[in-house]
Every structure is written in C-alpha cells, then in structure tokens.
C-alpha cells in the first residue's frame, strides 16, 4: 500500500544534541512538507520541497534544516540552534499541480530532556 | 489578516445534533478547499475536499463553498462522540502548487 512513513514516533533529544526525523514516501509525490504543531495550536510550515535537491523555508524555518536528495525523502533535522524543540512534528506530501490534498505521515512527538 | 481563520472553539453540541463548522480565507483566487479531522495525538486525516460553489454530501458530512464570500463551512449530521476532535481547514492559494494554507482548527466537542 501507499502511504508517507515517519520515524520514529517518539524521539527523545538533550540539550545539544542534533536530531534527525526521517520521512519516507513512496506515494511518488513529487512535493513534501514539514510542519511543526504545538499542543492546541494549528500547524506551522518548516520547510517543503517541490522537486529533488530543491526546498524552500517556510515560516519557522530558523534552528531547522533539511535535505531532498531522493523523491521519496525528506529528512529534518532538529538542530541545537532550535531552542525550544519540543513538538509534535508532521510530514506530508502531495503531487504539484493537482488538487487533491496532503496525505500526512503518523507524525513523530519530540521532546528534549 | 490571516490568510485561513476559524473560530478555535470549543464549539460543544449534544449527541445527534448538526455541528457546523466555518471557515474564512483571503485569497480570491483559490481553487481548491479541504477539512482534514485531527484526534488528539494524531495525525490529520482528510474527510472532504470541495472545488466549486455549492454543497457536497458524503455521508454525514457536507461541506459548502462560496467562492463569492470567500467562506467554506463543514456539517456534520447526526453528530456522534466519535466526532469529538479538531477540523482543521486548508486551502490551495491561487499559485497552483499544490500547497496549503492551514486555518488554526476547531475544536469540536459531542456530548453524549
């Protein structure tokens, strides 16, 4: 079956240390997104990629980065610049030029101790 | 102004009655509207997509857009506690790429 995969579900970070949230489709989605929710918030853009070796930074990008050297890939890393990490992190993936939505991976919940 | 406004709620409302859910958004040229459902914990889900003016029904579930008045709105018939979440609602901007604006969410509570 299709779908988009993210690992692992829960991650714990110290303070310091860089993190890297891996996501995986194989929906062969041409687009991919990070998003960022924090608890009864809405969800906030990190980055997102349209084409392969190709992102853009979204509206939270800073403490963050990212790589797209495969379609089916989009990891994110946490870096210790991102001071306050502890999130709930969605990835997601959609064709471009088309119209029919994101689907969204099983999210991965990150908290730094 | 934000590009996607919804109230946050909680909007509450007895088992069996009509939840309606709204939805604002700032960019006329919008094409293509969406309501993805969130349990707390999880991941959004998509539950309806809505390109042109009007209704559509699936199952208890039917959303209106006017374009016109820049409003798209969700329904749920016959609501049941399983319906108790966030609806978050999105739209694709005039570019064309695919990529949503995501409104807040709200939050919806049914009970019994």
């Known amino acids: 079956d299709g779908g988009i995969t993210q690992s692992p579900k829960y991650l714990f970070r110290k303070e310091g240390q860089n993190v890297t949230l891996s996501c995986e489709q194989n929906l062969n989605h041409d687009a991919m997104y990070w998003y960022r929710q924090d608890p009864g918030q809405g969800l906030r853009l990190i980055y997102y990629s349209q084409i392969v070796n190709d992102f853009q930074k979204g509206d939270i990008a800073e403490g963050y980065s990212v790589s797209r050297e495969k379609k089916e890939s989009f990891p994110l890393t946490v870096t210790s610049a991102q001071k306050n990490p502890t999130a709930f992190y969605l990835c997601a993936s959609s064709m471009l030029f088309d119209n029919y939505g994101y689907t969204f991976g099983s999210g991965t919940r990150l908290t730094v101790v | 102004q934000k590009e996607v406004e919804q109230n946050s709620g909680p909007l509450s409302v007895p088992e069996g009655a009509i939840a309606s859910l709204n939805c604002t958004y700032s960019?006329?040229?919008?094409?293509?509207f969406f309501w993805y459902r969130q349990y707390s914990g999880k991941s959004p889900e998509l539950i309806m997509s809505?390109?042109?003016?009007g209704d559509k029904e699936d199952g208890r579930f039917t959303a209106q857009l006017n374009k016109a008045s820049q409003y798209v709105s969700l329904l749920i018939r016959d609501s049941q506690p399983s319906d108790s979440a966030t609806y978050l609602c999105a739209v694709a901007g005039s570019s064309n790429t695919g990529k949503l604006i995501f409104g807040q969410g709200t939050t919806l509570q049914v009970k019994p």
């Open positions: 960019d006329r040229g919008s094409q293509s």
């Open positions: 809505i390109y042109s003016n």
